[in-house]
């Protein structure tokens, strides 16, 4: 059975299933046309005993997924239909099938991997990193929240990095991705058709030509300022950052101020919230705050001034210290366990 579209298309060699995204002119971006595909052609090959291993890879060189269609999703939204339910919960569903795969799934995360982008590649068993790649979890500068099980991934960074990725919205190196917990592997500059060919013929021994995740910074001064972000309120961290002077911890203090404060808000009490939580777990309490602020003028402004204008220039609420209405149960609650 195949699932294929022009959006992502599904073929077989040998023992192997491989995906490929393709919808390059957007960055391959998750979308509609991808989701319930993913889904079923996954179902359909964990019970296939032909099917070892699967591997998702992108058409073009930019981008492995540049995240969710989040124009579209503000777009609907403004238009008064529940795009957030029939978007996000078919998507979160794939995250957590994708996280639970009994079969290992190898995604060639090569070009920017962000947001969507890692709920597709950053759940899987095999991760693969390249010289190219970009890997962020940026939600807080569109008014939203870090989401698609990334912040599963973002609370499990060591030493507070992911804090600072949702924080920030910045991005990490393929070399860090490995240290942050994104990524198993590095193959530096191979080509991705190499690392498929050699996987195709020699199943998962195939991966041993690249290096496997060395769990050591190639950025030390990342690693120095990251715990700063070990806070309850978003300001103490930016009153830290701005104590600290070095040019590493400006940087950071003008990410965070760009983006919205009641997002920041949300992240960082999400982040600790779910300190010991499941992926299932998380992904619940992702779904809440998600339905709630892409309900909001505050993602409908952070995509409006980033996405759609593109006037760079949102005008974010001032009030974001009144957070609890997001975090309490919807009125119709979905719970994925």
């Known amino acids: 059975m195949n699932h294929s579209n022009e959006a992502i298309i599904f073929t077989t060699q040998k023992n192997t299933g491989i995906i490929l995204l393709n919808n390059p002119g957007k960055l391959n971006v998750v979308n509609d046309q991808m989701i319930m595909p993913l889904i079923h052609q996954l179902q359909y090959w964990a019970g296939d005993e032909k099917i070892h291993n699967i591997i998702i890879h992108s058409a073009g060189d930019k981008a492995f997924c540049a995240g969710g269609d989040v ?166 961290i930016m009153d830290n950052l701005a104590k600290d002077k070095s040019e590493t911890a400006r940087h950071y203090w003008g990410k965070m101020e760009k983006n919205s404060h009641l997002a920041k808000a949300i992240t960082l009490r999400h982040l600790h919230d779910i300190k010991n939580d499941t992926i299932r777990q998380t992904i619940t309490k992702e779904y809440r705050l998600a339905h709630k602020l892409a309900h909001s003028n505050e993602f409908y402004e952070g995509v409006r001034a980033l996405l759609l204008d593109k006037d760079k220039n949102p005008q974010w609420s001032k009030d974001f210290t009144n957070i609890d209405a997001y975090f309490a149960p919807l009125a119709e609650e979905i719970v994925f366990l």
């Open 71 to 236: 124009a579209k999703m503000a777009l609907q939204i403004k238009a008064g239909i529940d795009f957030a339910r029939e978007f996000l919960y078919p998507e979160y569903q794939m995250n957590c099938l994708i996280h639970e795969y009994k079969k290992p799934i190898i995604p060639l995360m090569a070009g920017i991997v962000m947001g969507g982008g890692v709920g597709v590649g950053g759940h899987c068993s095999h991760r693969v990193a390249f010289a190219n790649t970009k890997i962020a979890m940026p939600e807080c500068a569109i008014g939203f929240v870090p989401d698609v099980g990334g912040s599963y991934l973002l609370k499990n960074a060591p030493n507070f990095w992911g804090f600072l990725m949702g924080l920030t919205s910045d991005t990490i190196s393929g070399t860090d991705a490995i240290y942050a917990g994104f990524a198993d592997y590095y193959a530096d500059n191979m080509d991705k058709n190499d690392i498929i060919k050699a996987v195709v013929d020699n199943g998962l021994t195939g991966l041993d030509r690249l290096p496997l995740a060395k769990k050591t910074t190639q950025n030390p001064e990342i690693d120095r300022i990251a715990p700063l972000f070990n806070q309850s309120d978003f300001r103490v």
